[in-house]
């Protein structure tokens, strides 16, 4: 069974920075791809930033160029560098690790509150 916990979020000002981690316990697969969501109130849960197993990412385009994904693989971590962060950016940032090989899996965190203030 896999675990994932987040931290790092909090409460920052409107151009400020947060670093949010998020540390596998148990198994991983070294195919994994893990990624970050996000959840603002009243919207649906979207993808945020994604990195393969190879090391290729993909940011959504309301984070590109202020929102960087890495990983650690040794460390089963992921990591997200979040800079000027806007009041937008607001939700509650969720930790994926998925994959399909030797079987499908599909692993979310609890969730770590961000909230940006104007």
């Not at 697969?29 to 849960?45: D, E, I, L, N």
């Not at 929102?67 to 650690?72: A, C, E, L, N």
Request: aromatic share 10%.
């Amino acid at each position: 069974q896999v675990q994932l916990v987040e931290s790092g979020g909090g409460l920052v000002q409107a151009g400020g920075s947060l670093r949010l981690s998020c540390v596998a316990s148990g198994s991983i697969f070294s195919s994994a791809a893990m990624g970050w969501y996000r959840q603002a109130p009243g919207k649906q849960r979207e993808l945020v930033a994604a990195i393969t197993s190879l090391g290729a990412t993909h940011h959504a385009d309301s984070v590109k160029g202020r929102f960087t994904i890495s990983r650690d693989k040794a460390k089963k971590t992921v990591y997200l560098q979040m800079n000027s962060l806007k009041p937008e950016d607001t939700a509650v940032y969720y930790c994926n690790v998925n994959g399909d090989s030797p079987y499908e899996y599909d692993y979310w965190g609890q969730g770590t509150q961000v909230t940006v203030s104007s």
